[in-house]
């Protein structure tokens, strides 16, 4: 299935960001390893503590997903539940501390077969919080969702790109493995809201995942 144009648009730009900046890690690591350089900014480096985060953030998500639809028709409130999906995410971000990431989030989730189309994405800034510092974390954000669904049952439901506010509220573990690299698994959860069009009044379409997560602290 192919992913909703403007999010594939930006899941591009961060692979291109997430290259860059990898180049540009490569670069700095040579003052770790020359025995001549041993300015400030390479003591810093080789300094950093278990969960030192400041500096550039890039990783991504995988895993399965779950969607949910709720909305108003005739003054009777609807629900419909999409399960057994994908989602994914990829995030560039800036930790500005061992305890806060600030960063630029895409997340997306999609499922087909016989009864579901489904292709759903959010471009988000989001708030990454490590209390203490440590491995656990809480992610929050706002963005904008993009949203493409067809059903056949239990009644029709086709909309191309319909877009909205949205909202994320996510939390996981990590565990440093080596000096840049982190893995971990997050669980989280983006809600979007979409004008009212004829018989959806008060939609509300949200995707969550269960995910694998891969960050580099470069």
Not at 18 to 39: F, G, K, T, W
Not at 100 to 110: L, T
Request: charged share 20%; glycine share 14%.
């Amino acid at each position: 299935m192919i992913i909703t144009t403007r999010i594939r648009h930006l899941l591009l730009a961060l692979v291109a960001l997430n290259l860059l900046a990898v180049i540009s890690a490569r670069a700095a690591e040579q003052c770790e390893h020359c025995p001549y350089a041993h300015d400030s900014a390479c003591d810093d480096r080789n300094d950093r503590n278990e969960h030192d985060r400041r500096g550039l953030v890039v990783g991504f998500n995988l895993g399965g997903s779950n969607a949910n639809l709720d909305f108003n028709r005739l003054g009777a409130k609807m629900e419909r539940e999409i399960e057994g999906g994908t989602g994914g995410a990829m995030r560039i971000g800036y930790g500005i501390s061992d305890e806060f990431v600030i960063g630029f989030e895409v997340f997306v989730a999609e499922k087909e077969d016989s009864a579901v189309e489904m292709e759903a994405g959010a471009a988000l800034v989001t708030a990454t919080w490590f209390p203490g510092g440590g491995g656990f974390f809480l992610r929050a954000g706002v963005g904008t969702g993009v949203t493409t669904l067809k059903m056949t049952s239990p009644e029709n439901i086709d909309w191309v790109e319909r877009e909205g506010d949205a909202g994320l509220f996510g939390f996981g573990y990590e565990w440093r493995l080596g000096n840049k690299f982190a893995l971990g698994v997050a669980a989280d959860g983006v809600m979007t809201e979409h004008s009212d069009t004829l018989g959806f009044q008060d939609t509300e379409f949200g995707f969550g995942s269960a995910s694998l997560q891969l960050n580099w602290y470069l």
